[in-house]
Each structure stands twice: as structure tokens, then as C-alpha cells.
């Protein structure tokens, strides 16, 4: 029989070596996937689900290209929002009352609470998520 893994190795790498290794993963998402944004979340508004200083990407689809089927399909995801002012956020998507409108909400909020409604320019799901190694000295 095959040895088992070690649950903690005693060695955790560097914060270069993960550094590489993400933005290795993150070359080869953007290579198999068309038009992709990405960011690190900067704030608390989507804990528990993603920290401060996780990296995220996902596909982006444009409001204008979006059927009203392909965008019912986005809403309760969490995703990269990019505004028509400008901002880019990560929120989860609600339907809004207008077409190109939504609602944009953070993690721990209810779904019926109401959010002021926002244009958007883009949408991309996330679905590409990476946290550091906590550990990593």
C-alpha cells in the first residue's frame, strides 16, 4: 500500500514560491477563457465567503450582450460588477427593476433587503478563487 500524505508537511514554501504558483494558475486561466478580470477584495463585505487579500477571476459578460435568461442566470452569484460610473466590486447579483439595472449586495446581507439599484457595464461570475497560505512565511 501506497504511504499516506502528510496532512501538514513541514514545509510551507515561500511567499515568492506562492506568489509564482498563483500567478501561474491565474496565466493559465486567463489563457483558456476569453475576456477575464480579476482583483484581490480589498474589504470585508464578502467574508465569510472570500477575505481580504483572496484573489478572484471570472469571465466577463457585457450588460448589453446579456439575454434576460443568461442574466437570471447570474443572479444570487457572487461576481466581479463593474458599474457603469467606473467602480468594479464583488457582490452577489439581484434583479433590479429596469433592464441593464441590479441590485448589488454584499455576503451577509439578506437577499430581501433593499439595495439601491446600480447600472452595469459588466458582469463576471467568479470562478476562480485563490487564498493565501496563512502559514506561508
Known amino acids: 500500500a501506497a504511504p499516506l500524505p502528510l496532512l501538514f508537511p513541514s514545509r510551507t514554501g515561500t511567499k515568492s514560491e506562492e506568489l509564482h504558483s498563483m500567478q501561474d494558475e491565474l496565466r493559465l486561466f486567463r489563457k483558456n477563457h476569453g475576456d477575464t478580470v480579476d482583483m484581490v477584495i480589498a474589504d470585508d463585505s464578502m467574508m465569510p465567503a472570500l477575505m481580504p487579500g483572496d484573489h478572484v477571476s471570472g469571465v466577463r459578460y457585457y450588460t448589453q450582450d446579456l439575454s434576460e435568461t443568461a442574466a437570471a442566470k447570474l ?17 452577489i ?41 496563512p502559514l506561508v512565511e
Do not use: H, M
Not at 466581479?80 to 460610473?85: D, K
Not at 439595472?101 to 478563487?129: C, G, H, K
Open 75 to 91: 443572479r444570487g452569484w457572487i461576481c466581479i460588477v463593474q458599474t457603469s460610473s467606473g467602480e468594479t466590486l464583488v457582490r
Open 93 to 133: 447579483l439581484e434583479k433590479g427593476t429596469q433592464p441593464g439595472y441590479y441590485q448589488i449586495r454584499p455576503f451577509a446581507s439578506s437577499p430581501d433587503n433593499a439595495y439601491p439599484e446600480v447600472e452595469i457595464f459588466s458582469i463576471a461570475p467568479i470562478l476562480w478563487t485563490r487564498r493565501k497560505n
